[in-house]
């Protein structure tokens, strides 16, 4: 399926994606989710572009979700993908 823009960027799901993106070389460092989208594959994969507090830059992030898998690592695949351009 295509890409949709996901409207409540406040869900707690797509905020414990991002941290947990984050949780390698930017733990704690605070953010702005700017916006997010939606795609429905074999799962669901999310993108989200955020800001950190005091950068313009744009930051993109994924995550994979295919909740069916038994190992945790394959079933939620979260990846800091890095700056984004357009």
């Known amino acids: 399926g295509g890409?949709?823009?996901?409207?409540?960027l406040d869900e707690p799901e797509y905020h414990d994606h991002i941290r947990a993106a984050l949780a390698t070389d930017h733990a704690g460092r605070a953010y702005k989710l700017v916006r997010a989208t939606k795609q429905v594959v074999a799962g669901s994969l999310h993108t989200y572009y955020i800001q950190f507090d005091g950068e313009e830059d744009l930051y993109k992030i994924t995550?994979?979700?295919?909740?069916?898998l038994k190992e945790p690592s394959e079933a939620?695949?979260?990846t800091f993908v890095g700056k984004h351009v357009e």
């Open 3 to 8: 890409h949709r823009a996901i409207e409540n």
């Open 76 to 78: 939620l695949q979260v």
């Open 63 to 68: 995550a994979w979700s295919r909740p069916w």
